[in-house]
Every structure is written in C-alpha cells, then in structure tokens.
C-alpha cells in the first residue's frame, strides 16, 4: 500500500504542477504502479 499511495502523491504533484498532462497519462501510469506493486509485470 505504501508504493501505491507514494505513487497517487506523485502523481497528485505532478498533475498540481503541470496541468498539460492529459488525464490518460496519470491514470495509466497509476495503473502501472498498481501492476508493479503487486508484482506483475506488462
């Protein structure tokens, strides 16, 4: 759980500081962490 909510904060600064990123992108790569913090692999 800790690599999921470091990754939503990341994700939360990053959207706060540069609002260009379409919101696709920081879903998909909280997708990402999510996969990876559970062990998967893409």
Avoid: H, N
């Amino acid at each position: 759980l800790m690599l999921i909510d470091g990754a939503i904060a990341a994700q939360q600064a990053e959207s706060s500081e540069c609002r260009e990123i379409p919101p696709g992108i920081t879903a998909w790569s909280a997708a990402k962490a999510l996969i990876y913090s559970e062990g998967g692999t893409l």
